[in-house]
């Protein structure tokens, strides 16, 4: 079955524009997970969405949101870009986010922001 | 708060046995996971522990001492292709969310 889908798999942005990005699950997984990579940081949760419902959300400013679609399908909009927002965005997918299944990542899209 | 402490390096020769640990503070979690993550790929999941003690899938086994907020990842037969980040990671502490580790960088050497 095909995998999770990220696009783009990179992206270059100015300082102070907006940014979406689009994550495909897995067929038939309900629950998709947000998270921002940063070297030596680990991955910081951004956000879980489930039958187009945020469930929970990390700790980032209002300029990160998103949302799902009736067709699981999730984007990411970051407004006002800052430098530190350069990072290697991931999205998971899972059954129905429980914890106790599996998360299948995307690649990511890899965010350059100068 | 909530975090988890792993080693940022360990180093291990071809063949050989390692330990990769896992502190936290944080209560309330349903389970501890680990994931692999060679350079430039995407993170994939090794194995959960939801109940105290150890799971074992082939050369690689885990365990969980919630008394003890512990847990670590056991790599056995280590190949050159273990090379990677590990991460453990805790979900369900204040809702659906996983919360990760900083991830440990395994070098095998030959």
């Known amino acids: 079955k095909a995998g999770v889908t990220q696009t783009p798999r990179y992206l270059i942005k100015t300082r102070g524009q907006q940014v979406t990005l689009s994550c495909s699950p897995i067929s038939g997984h309900r629950s998709v997970s947000w998270y921002q990579q940063t070297p030596g940081q680990g991955l910081q949760f951004l956000f879980e969405?489930?039958?187009?419902?945020?469930?929970n959300k990390g700790n980032f400013p209002g300029r990160f949101s998103g949302r799902q679609f009736s067709n699981s399908r999730s984007e990411m909009n970051v407004s006002t870009l800052e430098l530190g927002d350069s990072a290697l965005y991931l999205c998971?997918?899972?059954?129905?986010?429980?914890?106790?299944?599996?998360?299948?990542f995307g690649q990511g899209t890899r965010l350059t922001v100068v | 708060g909530q975090s988890l402490e792993q080693p940022s390096e360990v180093t291990a020769v071809e063949g050989a046995i390692v330990q990769i640990n896992c502190t936290y503070q944080t209560s309330g979690f349903y389970g501890l996971s680990w994931y692999q993550q060679h350079d430039g790929g995407a993170p994939t999941f090794l194995s959960y522990?939801?109940?105290?003690g150890l799971e074992e899938t082939g050369r690689f086994s885990s365990f969980l001492s919630r008394s003890d907020s512990y847990g670590y990842l056991l790599l056995q037969e280590l190949q050159m292709k273990d090379s990677a980040s590990y991460f453990c990671?805790?979900?369900?502490?204040?809702?659906?969310?996983?919360?990760f580790g900083a991830g440990t960088r395994l070098f095998v050497k030959a």
């Open positions: 998971a997918s899972s059954l129905v986010g429980d914890g106790n299944t599996e998360a299948f």
């Open positions: 522990n939801a109940l105290d």
């Open positions: 969405y489930f039958s187009e419902t945020q469930r």
């Open positions: 990671a805790v979900f369900g502490t204040g809702g659906f969310k996983t919360i």
